[in-house]
Every structure is written in C-alpha cells, then in structure tokens.
C-alpha cells in the first residue's frame, strides 16, 4: 500500500471525512493524522496536512512547525496562522488600499503577576484610558472585540459609553479593540481557498445565517470584493480562509479577515457551499502536490513586500 499522501487533522465533523473521501476518489491517498509524543529523529509520513484543530489543541503546534520545516506543506501554514492578529490584520489590508472601519487598540484591563508595580506600565503614558479621544477617533455606535478573536469570541456592540466602559472593566487581561460600527445595507461573507478561488456569499451576521442567492451582487461591487479577498489572502498567505464586508453606501468595508478555521458544516453553510469548498480544497492540494510547493518556515510571507509596495 503506497505511502499516505495527505493528513486530515481535525476532528471528525462534515468537511474533513468529506476531504478524506474526496481526495480519495481523485487518487490521493488520505489518512487521518495520528500522532503520538514525537522524537526531532522522526520525519512527518505526509506531504500535505489539511490543518483544522491546531489553534485550540496546543500540543499539535510544535509538531505542524517541524513537518512544515521538514517539507510538508500545512494549510493553513503555522508560522503565520499562530502568530496573527486581527489589529495588524487591519493595518495590513490599509496599506493594500481595502476599506476598514476606524479601529483604536486599547490596552488590556487587567495584568498578571510578571507586572510588579504600577512603574513597569509607565509606556503607557497613563494607565487611565482617555475615553473622549477614544470615541472622538472611533464614534458610537461601535464594536469592542479581542484583537486576537475567533469564533465572535466576546465580541460586543456598544451603543453608549457607559456601556462601552462597563463591558471594558470586564474583560480582564484580553486586549481589546474598539472599532467604527458600519451600518450596513448588505453584508458579504467570503471562502477563499489558495489565495486564488473565491465565493462571496450574502450572509446575515445577526442570525449568523447564510442566504443561498447567486445575484446579490453587482457586477463591479462583486469584481471589487474578490479583488479585495485576492489581495488580503495573498499577503496574509492564507490557503483557507473567509473574509467579511460589511457594505455602507456601495463601499465594502473589510470586517474580518482572520478565520482561517471557518466552520463549514453543511447544515450552516449550505450544501451548494459545501460542495465548491470540498472541490476548491481538493484542486489546491493536488496544485501543491503537482507543483512540489514548500511551506514558508519564516514568519512574513514571501508575497508580502511584493504585495504591499505595489499598492
């Protein structure tokens, strides 16, 4: 029996047995991981890893960087996916000229026990937060997130600055964002696999409902958003990802970006959706095999200078 080419590594829901068949079928062989306390002599058995657990299970961290360093291609790559966040996210997608809500990173709360005295926060300026100038530079109503988020993770509207203030004081040593809520009149959600293949699906975030409709977009609102998608998961360097827009007055604003684990269970997504991701997926990883690419091992992108300056 040939080597395994492909390792699934998540749990067992819709979208990795589906993977595991698919591939299959196409003449990869497919396997879930299995991996046990790993000696630096052994080498990782697979050429691609489909990853899809690894930022809740720490231990499967350490072994994705070593397989990437030893040439396996792991989507989505460790390097970058573990050391994200969704403030540089932001400044990242100005820079390549999307649209972004105004965004103000506000320290944490609360500090653990490595903060000794009241003088090892002096960088701050004032541990008092100046929330006038805040709401000057943001305005209400407003988000107020984790800059590190997944999932809607403690994400808040706030209508009000008490309210603001009362939902701050309780989120303990998170880093939090404040960010322009947009009124939207449409709202966007995009798969986009291999930083070339992308869906844009209309969504509504209050119901976290997908609406299955193939003209919600105009022509040049939709060339506009894949544009932006392309553009983000390019220099991000994302082989699996979702990106939202929040649309204001024809203009789609980048909301989230930083999903590369979206859930994509049939039952949510649709099964029409769940059948391009399932192809687009098996597409990607027969390129990657085909074409013998490499895992970047460094923390930036190899895309992002190039990216970015021509912008």
Request: charged share 25%; proline share 7%.
């Amino acid at each position: 029996m040939s080597k395994p080419l492909v390792g699934i590594l998540g749990p067992k829901n819709a979208l990795p047995e589906a993977l595991v068949s698919a591939l299959a079928k196409r003449g990869l062989a497919a396997e879930w991981c299995q991996i046990e306390p790993w000696s630096l002599s052994r080498r990782c058995p697979y050429r691609v890893i489909i990853d899809r657990i690894s930022h809740v299970y720490e231990f499967y961290r350490p072994y994705l960087k070593v397989a990437a360093l030893q040439g396996c291609y792991v989507m989505n790559n460790p390097f970058w996916f573990l050391s994200d966040d969704k403030f540089f996210n932001y400044a990242l997608a100005e820079q390549l000229g999307v649209s972004i809500p105004r965004t103000v990173l506000l320290p944490s709360r609360e500090y653990d026990e490595r903060v000794l005295e009241p003088e090892d926060l002096h960088n701050l300026g004032s541990l008092e937060i100046d929330w006038d100038s805040v709401e000057r530079q943001v305005g209400l109503p407003a988000i107020l997130k984790p800059y590190d988020g997944y999932g809607w993770r403690e994400v808040h509207r706030v209508d009000h600055r008490d309210q603001l203030i009362e939902i701050y004081n309780d989120s303990m040593m998170d880093v939090m964002m404040l960010q322009e809520f947009i009124e939207f009149e449409h709202y966007v959600r995009c798969f986009v696999v291999g930083g070339k293949h992308v869906l844009p699906t209309s969504y509504d975030p209050i119901q976290r409902r997908y609406i299955v409709d193939h003209d919600h977009l105009s022509p040049a609102l939709g060339e506009r958003i894949v544009s932006d998608c392309l553009k983000l998961n390019q220099a991000l360097g994302y082989d699996i990802n979702t990106v939202e827009f929040a649309i204001r007055d024809g203009v789609p604003y980048a909301i989230d970006f930083m999903n590369p684990v979206p859930d994509a269970r049939p039952e949510v997504i649709s099964w029409l959706y769940f059948s391009w991701l399932i192809d687009r997926i098996c597409d990607f990883v027969e390129e990657v095999i085909r074409e013998d690419r490499q895992c970047a091992t460094h923390l930036v992108p190899r895309s992002l200078p190039s990216v970015v300056s021509s912008h």
